[in-house]
């Protein structure tokens, strides 16, 4: 684990090296036992909003929960294979949306309706969505962390608002047991594309102060949102050390993020047998099988000798 000093010399090295990439960095105070996790996503939301075709609406739900699944995966070993996978299930018109991601910061996800569209109002040209009529405020989030150790843990608990960063905040105080704060923002821009896209996660832990959760609790409540310091230009340290400021900050985390789907022949060969045969059959009495991926959209086709030679 790296630990470094959050100090302007740290700042500039993260600017030089991300650039305009997608990343997120992992801060602690020095003297205080809690952990700040700040992720830039606004190219991998991007990617999944061309990919699916998505509606503006579509696309800060599917991205809102892209950046949920990225801050889920803090629960999972770093720079591993092991998963978290995020299931939302509301009764708005986007459906279920599924995402996931894994210790190396790689995400993907999809959603049950791409052109789900609902927002209430406009500011300076830019549409603005009430997430709670889009996902739905009635329903269940679904959290499974595959630690490739047997089963996979499960978690389900009920929506509170369908705004997801709450929910998730729900999810970490039942299922967790670590007071958490949650800020998630996803801008779209006049043009439909994504500019920004973001989230702050804030777990406080056993042993820390009185004064310092008053201090984080001011701080996330008074913290604009993150699209718009995203617009003012500051990155994922800079929005760390406003919250670690005074508490001398110390980056013990880095993570490059990317939309990744391993997708690959195989694996749709794999899923094809499991059917049945004589499923397998009335398929190939039409034609070709083919396979598509929800995650990205790539075509597997097959012929019924490829399938039945193994």
């Known amino acids: 684990m790296i630990q470094k000093e959050l100090g302007e010399a740290t700042k500039k090295d993260l600017r030089d090296y991300f650039k305009n990439r ?12 809690a952990r700040v996790y700040v ?41 591993t294979d092991q998963k ?9 018109p986007i459906g279920v949306i599924v995402t996931e991601a894994d210790g190396k910061g790689r995400v993907r996800g999809f959603v049950g309706n791409p052109r789900a569209e609902t927002y209430t109002k406009e500011v300076d040209g830019r549409k603005k ?7 739905g405020s009635n329903g269940t989030l ?31 105080v039942q299922s ?18 994504v500019k920004h896209a973001g989230g702050v996660l804030v777990q406080t832990l056993g042993g820390i102060s009185d004064k310092v959760v008053d201090l984080l609790e001011k701080r996330i409540t008074e ?27 110390q980056l013990v985390g880095l993570k490059e993020v990317e939309y990744y789907c391993p997708c690959d022949q195989e694996v749709a060969r794999s899923s094809l047998l499991l059917l049945g045969k004589e499923e397998l059959k009335e398929i190939f009495e039409q034609g070709p099988a ?20 193994g």
């Not at 978290?84 to 708005?92: F, P, R």
Request: charged residues 25%.
């Open 84 to 92: 978290v996978l995020l299931k939302i299930e509301g009764d708005g």
């Open 176 to 193: 967790e047991q670590i007071p958490s704060a949650v800020a998630i923002g996803v801008l779209i821009d006049k043009d439909g594309s």
């Open 290 to 309: 083919q396979v598509v991926c929800k995650f990205c959209g790539r075509v597997y086709r097959f012929s019924e000798e490829e399938i039945g030679s």
């Open 223 to 249: 913290l604009p949102p993150i699209t718009r310091l995203m617009e003012e230009g500051k990155r994922p340290e800079d929005i760390a050390t406003i919250l670690l400021e005074d508490l001398d900050p």
């Open 22 to 33: 997608d990343y997120m960095v992992i801060a602690v105070p020095k003297r205080e036992p």
């Open 142 to 172: 679904t959290v499974i962390k595959e630690l490739r150790m047997g089963t996979p843990y499960t978690s389900i608990v009920p929506l509170v608002s369908g705004e997801i960063a709450q929910d998730l905040a729900y999810y970490f």
């Open 39 to 79: 992720v830039k996503a606004t190219r991998a939301v991007e990617t999944a909003r061309r990919i699916h075709n998505l509606s503006p609406g579509s696309a800060v739900a599917l991205g809102r929960a892209l950046v949920g699944a990225l801050l889920l995966s803090s629960l999972v070993k770093h720079a």
């Open 129 to 135: 969505f009430d997430l709670s009529k889009i996902v």
